[in-house]
Nanobody, 124 residues
Framework: HVQLVESGGGSVQTGGSLRLSCASS????????RAWFRQAPGKQREGVAT???????TFADSVKGRFTISRDNAKNTLYLQLNSLKPEDTALYYC???????????????????RGQGTQVTVS
């Protein structure tokens, strides 16, 4: 069973930045399709950014140019850099991982095999 633990959330003002981290217990984490999702109260889950095993990234239109996804394979850790934050970015952010390889569209919309508990981001 793959464990994913997020950290780095918090409360920031509009225009601020945060860096989220997702630490994995899986030694082959780098071979997984990995993603960040978010869910705000009363709203559907939204795929924010994905990173597949060959390094290809995909972003939701709502965050393009503001968020970046990266990884440290040696630490089995996934990151999400959030810049130019807006109030509408407020949500619970969680990371997810799946051993399947997916197309970019699939990766933003799939239900992943593994996910973390999430970290709250609040922008005011």
């Amino acid at each position: 069973h793959v464990q994913l633990v997020e950290s780095g959330g918090g409360s920031v003002q509009t225009g601020g930045s945060l860096r989220l981290s997702c630490a994995s217990s899986e030694s082959t984490f780098s071979t997984y399709c990995r993603a960040w999702f978010r869910q705000a109260p009363g709203k559907q889950r939204e795929g924010v950014a994905t990173l597949d095993s060959d390094g290809t990234t995909t972003f939701a239109d709502s965050v393009k140019g503001r968020f970046t996804i990266s990884r440290d394979n040696a630490k089995n850790t996934l990151y999400l850099q959030l810049n130019s934050l807006k109030p509408e970015d407020t949500a619970l952010y969680y990371c997810a991982a799946d051993p399947r390889q997916m197309t970019p569209i699939q990766a933003l919309n799939a239900v992943y095999n593994y996910r973390g508990q999430g970290t709250q981001v609040t922008v005011s």
